[in-house]
């Protein structure tokens, strides 16, 4: 006897069906458009960070209006990008898809191989999703969907 993969009693599983190759490149348009402005403002991010690194090493911002004021837009910035941020990956999950933590552009797509749980993975680079891991891997351990591995050609 052969039984859906389902967990009813996780609130937070996915409702979204499984993603084919073929369903998952239909929806790169949009998936490219929220994972260049999830980099984008990683990058941001990363820059305000050190840039308040930088400055609370310096002995003269404690009592210093300007650097006062100077941190003040640095951290409402940095708070800013960082809703911001987690409105894109709110965006994605919402379409069933999951950006890699942290953010190195990759997103996963949940699928069923061979009746278990695994994920297609597409990157920046990639025109079409035709990679995919193991649950929990990185993208650097994917593998090129074979011809016969998702019941369609790895070219659709």
């Given at each position: 006897m052969v039984?859906?993969i ?9 409702v979204r069906?499984?993603?084919t190759p073929?369903?998952?490149t ?7 458009r929220i994972?260049?402005?999830?980099l984008q403002l990683?990058r ?9 690194r ?9 009592e210093?209006?300007d650097?006062q004021e100077e ?5 409402g ?13 709110r ?10 933590v942290?953010?190195?552009g990759?997103?996963?797509f ?9 994920q ?5 680079d ?5 990679y995919w891991?193991?649950?929990?891997q990185?993208p ?10 998702f ?5 659709n």
């Amino acid at each position: 006897m052969v039984r859906a993969i389902s967990n009813d009693n996780d609130p937070t599983a996915d409702v979204r069906s499984e993603f084919t190759p073929t369903s998952a490149t239909a929806m790169l348009p949009l998936v490219r458009r929220i994972a260049a402005d999830m980099l984008q403002l990683s990058r941001s991010i990363a820059a305000q960070q050190e840039q308040l690194r930088e400055i609370d090493r310096l002995p003269e911002t404690i009592e210093h209006a300007d650097y006062q004021e100077e941190l003040s837009d640095i951290r409402g910035s940095l708070a800013e990008d960082e809703k911001r941020l987690d409105d894109c990956q709110r965006e994605l999950i919402a379409l069933g898809v999951q950006a890699h933590v942290p953010f190195d552009g990759a997103v996963d797509f949940p699928s069923i191989l061979n009746r278990r749980r695994v994920q297609l993975c597409w990157m920046p680079d990639d025109e079409r999703v035709e990679y995919w891991h193991e649950l929990g891997q990185a993208p650097r351990d994917r593998q090129k969907i074979g011809k016969q591995q998702f019941g369609v050609s790895s070219h659709n």
